[in-house]
């Protein structure tokens, strides 16, 4: 009898793991390894996937998985518009943490956040987004899906043939996904792209603005949002360099958020009350915009019903009341259509037949995490689309009725390619930071170019005396941020790093750690941009005007924003069903008053 072999624990765990699956009816064959460091889960999936051909050698990660809920053909995939990104090699990864230990930071010079789209992007390249390929009727499904596939592949192979792995940004590889961009740009009259304020160059391919207003021959409104996390002089400057570059731009600023006026600037309870709050009734932007649309339709659609709701939402805001459950009790029924189609399986050609029905449809698009649900929910004035801080949260496009001639399409947030460290698109929220693997060198992205360790009031792991100056690398502040907080692993106890880096980068993405990018030239001029006209007009809508008349500062703006707590509703990025109560607000300066102004800090998610 031939003797037994050694059976270990983990393949014992494997074994059951697989039998689980098995029970749960999954086809695909997933695995699941725990990363001890970020508890993260490694998927390897067996299945054809119409994004990821044979004729793509690179190794594609599948985010934000989700379960499947049966089988059978018609059952709805989950995982069908999963974020889909390069694999970072594991000698890339390991090579990455060693320069996170040994690199000394050294803090950079403002000029260095002044960013060049031309250097981000490099118009005229390979580095495009897939256009749909031309198709006709007589096509039958298969034959237009293989044909998409093809140029899609074809799309990815000149991308990776002109850069290497290493100069390459993160960018979507899911055919799904940019099928939901092509459909929503059939269908819509006016496009707006929404970018977020602090890095706008980040949010905004050339590659589309040329499509849009050139071969569709749409207008496009460039939304500069999340304005209340930058500086008013900053703002107006970036909407001066798009109106320089891109001529056929129309620009709105918006905020889902803008500050209340009537509540005192030297307390921290406004930054909790405004986050918290969810008087979507309060966004600053939909007059703007309303204005933008009337000079794009020129008549050919009444829009008189869109003035009077904006009047009426104005008319019954009340900042003294943030929670907004009133106002949608009060209203009728929400109507929202949540379209799971696939473009590739209707005969919904770009008829190009503009305001069909006499109602415009406005397109949403944009990279993740810019806010484009919430700038839906603050047109709306309340909630109707589900939003979240996490990238890759809206699957599929949803259409809704603004008024009877305005129809809102939120499309999900696509990445396109382009030359910008992965390190700042982790600090965009591009990337979903509880699945990356090696968070440290984003933390020393950032500690480089904002005084992390001053904001934070950090102590050196390795000083005995707190007095006394320590060269800092990304590990180091991430260890001490550890300690601060008391993040400490399960068995060992020792400080946990990489939880530590997942809290600062949430942080960095929340605009609590404020980084924010600048456009070229903007250090020389900076006077002139703080003394602007509109600057002072910005400061007025804003709010930042405190009782005194004097405006405040941003560094004591940022700390005041930490006192909340990290597991509570942020901006733009809330949970579904989460933060829904109001939770009773501290004594006004009671956080200011504290020694460290994070203290007060609860458990964040990690």
């Known amino acids: ?12 765990k494997k074994q059951l793991q697989d039998k689980r699956e098995r029970k749960r009816g999954l086809q695909d064959g997933l695995r699941s390894s725990s990363n001890s460091r970020s508890g993260s889960r490694e998927r390897r999936e067996e299945q054809t996937d119409t994004s990821d051909g044979e004729s793509v050698t690179h190794q594609i990660r599948r985010l934000n998985q989700q379960p499947s809920q049966g089988l059978g053909p018609r059952v709805y995939d989950p995982n069908r518009y999963r974020l889909h990104f390069e694999r970072d090699s594991r000698e890339e990864v390991e090579r990455r943490k060693r320069a996170a230990r040994e ?12 960013l060049d789209i031309r250097e981000v992007y490099q118009p005229g390249s390979v580095l495009d987004f897939p256009r749909r390929p031309p198709w006709s009727y007589e096509m039958s499904k298969e034959q237009l899906m293989n044909q998409e596939e093809r140029s899609f592949q074809e799309y990815l192979g000149k991308i990776h043939g002109a850069y290497t792995s290493e100069k390459l940004s993160y960018f979507e590889h899911n055919l799904e996904t940019w099928r939901q961009l092509w459909r929503v740009l059939e269908m819509s009259d006016i496009v707006l792209l929404i970018t977020d304020i602090r890095h706008p160059v980040v949010n905004f391919p050339p590659a589309l603005y040329e499509y849009v207003t050139g071969e569709l021959g749409l207008a496009l409104v460039l939304v500069l949002n999340k304005v209340d996390l930058a500086p008013p002089a900053l703002v107006v400057a970036w909407k001066h360099y798009f109106h320089q570059h891109y001529p056929q731009l129309h620009i709105v600023l918006f905020t889902s958020f803008p500050r209340d006026p009537r509540t005192p600037q030297d307390s921290s309870v406004l930054k909790k009350s405004r986050r918290r709050g969810r008087g979507w009734t309060r966004a600053l932007g939909p007059e703007q915009l309303l204005r933008a649309c009337e000079a794009i339709t020129v008549g050919k ?28 009790e009060e209203d009728g029924p929400v109507v929202l259509v949540e379209q799971q189609t696939d473009s590739a399986m209707e005969p919904a050609g770009p008829t190009r037949e503009h305001y069909k029905d006499g109602v415009v449809t406005i397109g949403c698009v944009g990279f993740p995490n810019v806010g484009k649900s919430s700038l839906i929910n603050g047109l709306v004035g309340r909630k109707v689309v589900s939003v979240s801080r996490t990238p890759g949260h809206t699957r599929y496009f949803q259409t809704y009725f603004l008024t009877p001639s305005v129809k809102l399409c939120d499309c999900p947030g696509l990445i396109f390619p382009s030359l910008l460290p ?3 698109q982790v600090l965009a929220g591009i990337y979903p930071i509880a699945q990356i693997q090696e968070p440290y060198t984003a933390v020393g992205y950032l500690a480089s170019r904002i005084p992390v360790q001053a904001l934070l009031h950090l102590r050196h792991p390795e000083a005995e005396d707190p007095s006394a100056e320590h060269p800092w690398c990304a590990w180091d502040i991430c260890e001490a941020w550890a300690e601060k907080r008391g993040y400490k692993t399960a068995k060992a106890a020792r400080n946990d790093v990489y939880r530590a880096a997942n809290s600062l980068l949430r942080l960095a993405v929340d605009g609590r750690l404020s980084l924010c990018f600048h456009p070229p030239g903007y250090n020389e001029q900076k006077g002139t941009w703080e003394s602007h006209p509109e600057t002072m007009e910005l400061v007025v809508l804003q709010g930042r005007v405190g009782p005194s008349g004097d405006e405040e500062e941003e560094e004591e703006e940022e700390l005041s924003s930490s006192c909340e707590e990290e597991g509570e509703e942020d901006r733009d990025a809330d949970e579904e069903g989460e933060g829904d109560e109001d939770t009773p607000t501290s004594a006004p300066g009671s956080c200011l008053a504290a020694r460290n102004p994070y203290a ?7």
């Open 1 to 12: 009898m031939p003797r037994k072999k050694p059976f270990s624990v983990k393949q014992k």
């Open 103 to 114: 690199q000394v930071l050294q803090p950079l010079s403002a000029e260095v956040l002044e």
């Open 301 to 328: 659609v009444d829009l008189s019903s869109w003035r009077e709701k904006i009047a009426r939402d104005v008319a019954g805001a009340t900042w003294g009341n943030g929670s907004g459950e009133e106002e949608e």
């Open 422 to 424: 992965r390190q700042l």
């Open 600 to 606: 007060l800090l609860g458990e964040d998610e990690c």
